[in-house]
């Protein structure tokens, strides 16, 4: 078909994972632009594609970007609507879908972000809003395999990528994600049996690595 | 057809963007006021994460958050489409409904704040409008092209509500010379017979929101 796919992207970032997982469940392939997110310049190609947030991850699907992970997502969905749908056919499961993908947007980037971020004082209060954020999404999985419900979809596909950062923020707050978030803990484990997922998440030893230098050079160790 | 209800209030802007997808799609419903400084059970069994409005209860079935909102009634309500056919054009029109919902808020940072904080949020209130100029429109009369769509009704806080912020803090962010495009989208916005006759009173407005920020600059 000549398409042409590139994803300009980062390795540890769990907005671009969304992407790759995406397009690994659609058996799309596609040309890797490894964004250097440790120079402070960013790329003309990443400026020129994402003008407005300047941030990545950007899929450019025959010479068009798209940006926002989720917009991204639900583009891929509808394109390439052969196999895998992310998204349930009903509008109200859909909603549904949306609803806890909005949530994880608001709420867990930010609380995983606050733990690796601070120390002492705020950092405890950033553990406190962590497993606040996380049991809310543990009472939303219930009984449920998955946080989309029976099947694997655009919820869980929201908030996988962030389960590489677990091992993290038990370092980092101190507490044990299996203990404090069983359930969390037992779907993150699940989601790991499917190819997409275990192929893309990102090995949560290199992700703490990485953190643990970013925590050097910000001067919060 | 199942029972429609939208838990909303009046001086909220979230709200509007459901009242005018539902009256663009004729769809009947009815309407049940919440009083913000006294939350109903019923919106709490409704929304018991966010705990806000607006949520839209479809036979019985809760949808909360307003972008969730207006999909589902899309998707639920085909007719007057709110998102284009196109996947690419789709996906534009869902990274501005986006950009709106993630950037809208600093304008209400302007109204609830003073002094330094507030010109901060003047300044990326301005840097947000100044995009939305230069990116968004293009030389289209709305942001879904020649009729509205998701992102209009999501910049449609932009219609009304700035206007009056800006009356109330004494600041004029948006002017014709400065925004040609954007005050061309209001003007067009606001003569949408759905949008003209679904805003709040501008003098109500004015005097409850002037109030709102008296109180929020007088708490600690």
């Known amino acids: 078909m000549g398409e042409e796919i590139s994803l300009i992207d980062f390795w540890a970032s769990p907005f671009g ?20 997110m440790m120079s402070t310049v960013k790329s003309s190609l990443l400026l020129e594609m994402n003008p407005i947030h300047k941030k990545i991850p950007v899929l450019i699907h025959r010479g068009r970007p798209i940006c926002e992970s989720l917009v991204i997502v639900q583009y891929i969905d509808e394109v390439w609507n ?3 749908p992310l998204l349930p056919q009903d509008p109200l499961q859909r909603a549904h879908a949306r609803f806890w993908a909005d949530f994880i947007d608001k709420k867990v980037y930010a609380c995983v972000s606050d733990l690796w971020k601070n120390k002492g004082e705020t950092l405890q209060a950033a553990r406190k809003e962590f497993l606040e954020t996380f049991n809310v999404i543990e009472g939303a999985i219930g009984e449920n395999p998955y946080l989309g419900g029976e099947t694997f979809g655009f919820a869980d596909l929201s908030l996988i990528p962030f389960s590489s950062f677990f091992h993290a923020s038990e370092m980092f707050g101190n507490f044990s994600i299996k203990v404090e978030l069983p359930k969390i803990a037992a779907w993150a484990k699940r989601c790991n049996e499917r190819e997409s997922v275990s192929k893309i998440l990102q090995d949560p030893i290199k992700v703490y690595e990485i953190l643990c230098l970013a925590r050097k050079l910000q001067g919060i160790e | 057809m199942e029972e429609v209800k939208l838990f909303g209030a009046w001086p909220s802007p979230f709200s509007y963007r459901v009242i005018w997808a539902l009256k663009l799609k004729g ?15 019923l ?55 986006k950009f709106a919902e993630d950037k809208g808020s600093t304008i209400w940072a ?32 709305f942001f879904g092209g020649d009729t509205t769509g998701l992102a209009d009704l999501t910049f449609g806080g932009i219609a009304l509500w700035l206007g009056v912020i800006e009356d109330i803090v004494g600041v004029k962010l948006v002017e014709p010379h400065t925004f040609p495009r954007l005050c061309a989208w209001i003007e067009n916005f606001k003569e949408i017979p759905v949008i003209k ?23 600690p």
């Open chain 1, 82 to 84: 052969h196999k895998s």
């Open chain 1, 17 to 36: 994972m969304r992407v790759r997982i995406a397009l690994a469940e659609k058996d799309v392939e596609y040309q890797f632009i490894e964004e250097n």
């Open chain 2, 197 to 219: 006759q679904n805003l709040p009173d501008r003098e109500k407005l004015f005097v409850y929101l002037k109030h709102r920020r008296e109180i929020l600059l007088a708490s």
């Open chain 2, 43 to 97: 919106l709490l069994q409704y929304n018991p994460v966010h705990k806000k409005i607006p949520v839209l209860v479809h036979g019985g079935k809760p949808i909360a958050e307003s972008l969730v909102i207006l999909q589902y009634i899309d998707e639920t309500w085909p007719q007057n489409p709110l998102l284009p056919k196109d996947a690419f054009e789709r996906s534009k029109a869902r990274f501005w409904a």
């Open chain 2, 27 to 41: 769809i009947p419903y009815e309407y049940v006021e919440e009083d913000l400084s006294n939350k109903s059970a």
């Open chain 2, 110 to 141: 302007i109204f609830r704040t003073g002094g330094e904080e507030q010109e901060k949020a003047m300044k990326e209130s301005l840097e947000m409008l100044k995009t939305i100029e230069e990116h968004a429109l293009g030389g289209k009369k």
